[in-house]
């Protein structure tokens, strides 16, 4: 009997190991829908992605094997299904009525509410994408998970002060951004915002960026992905971010921020796969 119940002991230490620990991702999948060609929604250079393509996704998606993933342009539930299955993954995505929407892949087993849409992030006349927010109840408290995808085309230019149509609209949406990370800094609330910035956020010849300025000026904050660059597709520096904010900033584990780059690497299959790897980060959650 002792050694059956240390044999049960054992197998019941990864499930204990996992528990106490979360892996969070985020991964833009670049036009992923099930539109066939030609659609009025999509551009008309876009090649949807075949079967063989969205079960190599999945693949994908399996190998990275995270807790909860914050994804972006996702034509809704239904595709992201075909990317992480049900019976494994819960899906929320935001209300918008645009192909790009933005959404969160959440294991199954893990307690999650879903929270309204950050709507103030799309203001008009935008036409955006609000971002996916969620609150996940965990043993050790609740922690409210955020995912966006911002304005592209305005990855280093100055945000004030600019002709830049770009660089104007992602100012827009910094201070709601901005409000919405101050008000679970006032809540006392552990946190994380991830998802595709379309912004470097480090410092470039020695100024420091104004998206990231702002952020931190509504709350102290840690993101992952500071001060080093991608391997995905040969290279390249972040836009996609992991951030934490409240006791989440002392979660994060040092030297857990992996990009999972896939093994295909000619243009093709970057056009087949999507153009952004996904990024990972391992958080210790606090025992007691």
Known sequence: ?????ALLLLLALPALAHAAELKLATWNLEWLTARPAGDPALPPELTPRTADDIALLAHYAADLDADVIAIQEVDGPKIA??????????????RDHVVQRVGLAIRRGLDFTANPDLTTIDPP???????????????????????????????????????????RELAAQVPPLAGWIR????????????????????????????????????????????????????????????????????????GTLRVLVFRETTEEWQRRLSDHCPVSVRFQLPTG
Not at 1 to 5: E, N, V
Not at 126 to 153: M, N, Y
Not at 202 to 208: E, S, T, V
């Open 1 to 5: 009997m002792i050694r059956i119940l």
């Open 81 to 94: 299904a075909r990317i992480f299955p049900p019976d494994h993954y819960a899906i929320h995505m935001t």
């Open 125 to 167: 006349p935008l036409h955006l994408r609000s971002g996916a927010d969620i609150t996940l109840h965990l043993t050790t408290g609740p922690l409210r998970i955020l995912a966006v995808h911002l304005k592209t085309g305005c990855r280093e230019s100055p945000l004030t002060r600019t002709v830049r149509h770009a660089c």
């Open 183 to 254: 008000a679970r800094q006032d809540e006392g609330v552990a946190f994380v915002v991830m998802g595709d910035f379309n912004r470097w956020m480090d410092p470039i010849g020695g100024h420091a960026d104004q998206l990231w300025s702002s952020l931190r000026a509504a709350a102290p904050l840690t993101r992952a992905t500071a001060g080093v660059g991608s391997p995905c597709w040969g290279g390249e520096r972040f836009i996609d971010h992991i951030i934490a904010g409240g006791a989440a900033t002392t979660w994060i584990e040092p």
